[in-house]
């Protein structure tokens, strides 16, 4: 019994976005069916190396096929100025629920990057105009080059404003993306007028006002991960139809974490969990919706979902590097 190994690149080739944004879709249908078990993300502080480690274990039975695995995650601020690592690494441990046996194990980092972006697929999906053609993106990281790539698999977008202190992250991102779409920098105002918004930063004071957001725009929160983030005005979660990902992970350490500690927000402003959303029991955008917003931490159940759609497709296409972990072979 053979145990495949996918680094990023494999990840990266087996996992297209055209199959991931259904997958992740399926996973929120599951969660929100009752069949999927998802424990809560569990941390260890690391405060001597100002990092911590997070295990997310997800099981989910989308119908046609089941899937299960855990990561292995962390956040260590550090890491790119000592050490010339990503802030964020991470391990996925994918394993065949009837037997156990691990089926592959996946460079977690890539696996994160590309299902983060397939959330908020789904979400403006669901959420935003029909007719969106301009995306404004906050913060120039690798998340915002799978946020575009992601989005426009459910709209077509021709313009895209980028907004980042950074401006050779800027350049690196229009130079990516100039001969495919309408792409500029733009301040976060420019950027936050477009049809659609993704914020990816890891601020703590908000940087998004809410006289700066369209009236029609979808928002797509996906920068706060832990305690004290917040990227949004409170007027802009005041004011929108603000659904989010999972109601212990975004009252934890989601975008409305701050004000939800503070008073500000609570459950009466809540329109819905995306899965709500994705099974019907909730509606999604309607005529009469002005700002929405999807405040996403990120689920176990969307880990397990790309990790399955990443090794069918490494299966099928023999790509990988088999290993006998288990010495059963």
Known sequence: ???????????????????????????????????????????????????????????LDAGSWDAAGVKWVNSHPDNPEQFDLPTVLGTMIYTDPETAVPLAILDGRTLTMLRTGAAAAVATDHLAVADASSLGIV?????????????????????????????????AFIDEFETDYDVRAGSVAEAAACDVLSTVTPVESPIVSRESVGEHTHINAMGADAAGKHELADGILLDSKLVIDDYEQT???????????????????????LGEIVVGTKAGRVDADGITVFDSTGLAIQDVAAAHVAYEHAEDNDNGYPFDLLGLA
């Open 139 to 171: 913060g120039a990281g690798a998340q915002s080059y799978t946020q575009l790539r992601a989005i426009s698999e459910v709209r077509d977008i021709e313009t895209v404003v980028i907004s980042d202190l950074d401006e050779e992250r800027v350049a």
């Open 251 to 273: 009252t934890h350490s989601g975008e409305i974490n701050v004000p939800w500690s503070e008073g500000v927000l609570g459950d009466d402003d809540i329109h819905a969990a």
């Open 1 to 59: 019994m053979k145990t495949l190994l996918l680094n990023h690149a494999d990840v990266r080739e087996n996992a297209p976005m055209a199959e991931l944004v259904p997958a992740i879709e399926a996973a929120f249908g599951a969660y929100e069916r009752g069949d999927a078990q998802m424990p809560p993300k569990s941390y260890i502080d690391l405060p001597q190396y100002n990092g911590d480690f997070r295990s997310m274990p997800a099981y």
